[in-house]
């Protein structure tokens, strides 16, 4: 059974930097795309981010800030966060699912993803 789980979140002022993480089990992450979605209050969830076995992939709000990656011996993947902005502030999650990589510019899931409970980020002075 696939499991994710984030990690890392918090409350941080704008411009600092945060890395959330995000531990699998039940399956290796090298094999599959993992990606990061955030949903902020009152908005749908987005896709952020997504690293696959060639490539990754960032949103245009996050490009150039964000860098997504995976460590193979602790079978994790990360999502550094550099210079945050209040438009950041969100919960995070992390998930995987067949071609995640491919649907995560438009947001869109599929039944057979597998999410954590996400992480909760706040950026606020």
């Known amino acids: 059974q696939m499991q994710l789980e984030e990690s890392g979140g918090g409350l941080v002022q704008p411009g600092v930097s945060l890395t959330l993480s995000c531990a699998a089990s039940?399956?290796?992450?090298?094999?599959?795309?993992i990606a990061w979605y955030r949903q902020a209050p009152g908005k749908e969830r987005e896709g952020v981010s997504c690293?696959?076995?060639?490539?990754?992939y960032y949103s245009d709000s996050v490009k150039g800030r964000f860098t997504i990656s995976r460590d193979h011996a602790k079978n994790m993947v990360y999502l550094q966060m550099n210079s945050l902005k209040p438009e950041d502030t969100a919960v995070y999650y992390c998930?995987?699912?067949?071609?995640?990589?491919?649907?995560?510019?438009?947001?869109?899931?599929?039944?057979?993803?597998?999410w954590g409970r996400g992480t909760a980020v706040t950026v606020s002075s």
């Open positions: 690293i696959g076995r060639t490539s990754t």
């Open positions: 998930g995987t699912g067949p071609g995640l990589c491919s649907r995560v510019a438009t947001g869109r899931m599929d039944e057979r993803d597998a």
């Open positions: 039940g399956f290796t992450v090298d094999d599959f795309s």
